[in-house]
């Protein structure tokens, strides 16, 4: 694994793994449709001045039709449901149950993608990453009802991840900094009304700074990392951070904010992961096109 290679990998899994923590802080403080709002907006300002400078406003214009798909089905939507989400449960349980995009993926193709759909080991991936996906959402979690229905949002999340990625693979016409552009856009404008009707009262500095670093980092900046490591090394290989942002997530939640590591969230996650290596085909399929990767 060449160096230019692991070094994107390592620093975009850790900036999307944090991504978790900052989300449980932000939401102290911030109704989840306020946060997404801010989130959207500052990564805006991050990939506007960007995009504008290497390749001018009009590269943006192309990606508005397919952008507004994304940014309210891949961006809004799945942002709005993490947040709530979080509101119920632990950082490291939205990061597991979020790792099983790659699943959704796969199992969505077997009706709308052909040249995609699962059959033989990658049927067994699909059954073992939603047995990991239950586990995750757990019968009885410590939170009660409301955890489930915490983790159940997640997992919404990562269905809404999943449609996004088939409808870019099938769809893309734009490269992906101006879609990503444009995205982060529609959505700001798609959660604008929301974030307007549930203002918080007051804010204090670590959930603000929280929010920004979401913004700036773990979304504006982290899709400049992500574009250009499937550029340079394709989606196969990008698609490895979902194997390592939840261990990233799991540390800094146990670490940081002092959430346990239970028998569940690494039990789930284990059986997400062998099942996202089955039904994504990469055991056999070396290195052939993969789902686009998701980010928190």
Same mark, same amino acid.
């Given at each position: 694994?060449?160096?230019?290679?692991?070094?994107?990998?390592?620093?975009?899994?850790?900036?999307?793994?944090?991504?978790?923590?900052?989300?449980?802080?932000?939401?102290?403080?911030?109704?989840?449709?306020?946060?997404?709002?801010?989130?959207?907006?500052?990564?805006?300002?991050?990939?506007?001045?960007?995009?504008?400078?290497?390749?001018?406003?009009?590269?943006?214009?192309?990606?508005?039709?397919?952008?507004?798909?994304?940014?309210?089905?891949?961006?809004?939507?799945?942002?709005?449901?993490?947040?709530?989400?979080?509101?119920?449960?632990?950082?490291?349980?939205?990061?597991?149950?979020?790792?099983?995009?790659?699943?959704?993926?796969?199992?969505?193709?077997?009706?709308?993608?052909?040249?995609?759909?699962?059959?033989?080991?990658?049927?067994?991936?699909?059954?073992?990453?939603?047995?990991?996906?239950?586990?995750?959402?757990?019968?009885?979690?410590?939170?009660?009802?409301?955890?489930?229905?915490?983790?159940?949002?997640?997992?919404? =999340?990562? @269905?809404?991840? %999943?449609?996004?990625?088939?409808?870019?693979?099938?769809?893309?016409? !734009? +490269? #992906? &900094?101006? $879609?990503?552009?444009?995205?982060?856009?529609?959505?700001?404008?798609?959660?604008?009304?929301?974030?307007?009707?549930?203002?918080?009262?007051?804010?204090?500095?670590?959930?603000?700074?929280?929010?920004?670093?979401?913004?700036?980092?773990?979304?504006?900046?982290?899709?400049?990392?992500?574009?250009?490591?499937?550029?340079?090394?394709?989606?196969?290989?990008?698609?490895?951070?979902?194997?390592?942002?939840?261990?990233? =997530?799991? @540390?800094?939640? %146990?670490?940081?904010?002092?959430?346990?590591?239970?028998?569940?969230? !690494? +039990? #789930? &996650?284990? $059986?997400?992961?062998?099942?996202?290596?089955?039904?994504?085909?990469?055991?056999?399929?070396?290195?052939?096109?993969?789902?686009?990767?998701?980010?928190?």
């Amino acid at each position: 694994m060449r160096r230019s290679y692991l070094l994107p990998l390592l620093v975009l899994s850790a900036i999307w793994g944090s991504s978790y923590m900052f989300i449980k802080v932000g939401v102290r403080d911030f109704p989840p449709a306020a946060m997404v709002e801010l989130r959207l907006l500052l990564a805006g300002a991050v990939l506007v001045p960007f995009v504008v400078v290497r390749r001018g406003v009009r590269a943006v214009h192309p990606a508005l039709a397919p952008g507004t798909f994304v940014g309210v089905v891949g961006m809004a939507i799945p942002f709005l449901l993490i947040s709530w989400g979080e509101t119920h449960v632990d950082s490291g349980v939205a990061a597991v149950a979020n790792s099983s995009v790659p699943i959704f993926v796969a199992l969505l193709a077997l009706r709308f993608a052909a040249s995609e759909r699962s059959n033989g080991p990658r049927m067994l991936g699909l059954a073992v990453g939603l047995a990991g996906v239950g586990v995750v959402a757990g019968v009885h979690p410590n939170g009660g009802w409301w955890a489930v229905a915490g983790a159940l949002a997640v997992v919404l =999340a990562s @269905l809404c991840y %999943a449609v996004s990625s088939l409808f870019i693979q099938r769809s893309l016409v !734009v +490269g #992906g &900094l101006e $879609l990503a552009t444009a995205s982060v856009l529609c959505g700001a404008v798609a959660m604008l009304p929301f974030a307007l009707a549930d203002l918080p009262d007051s804010v204090g500095w670590k959930p603000l700074a929280s929010v920004v670093v979401l913004g700036v980092v773990g979304t504006g900046i982290a899709q400049l990392i992500v574009n250009r490591l499937i550029g340079e090394h394709g989606p196969a290989r990008s698609m490895l951070v979902n194997y390592l942002l939840p261990a990233f =997530a799991l @540390l800094y939640g %146990a670490t940081i904010l002092g959430e346990p590591v239970t028998a569940p969230k !690494v +039990g #789930g &996650l284990a $059986l997400i992961l062998v099942g996202v290596t089955l039904a994504s085909g990469l055991v056999a399929a070396g290195n052939r096109s993969a789902p686009a990767v998701p980010e928190s």
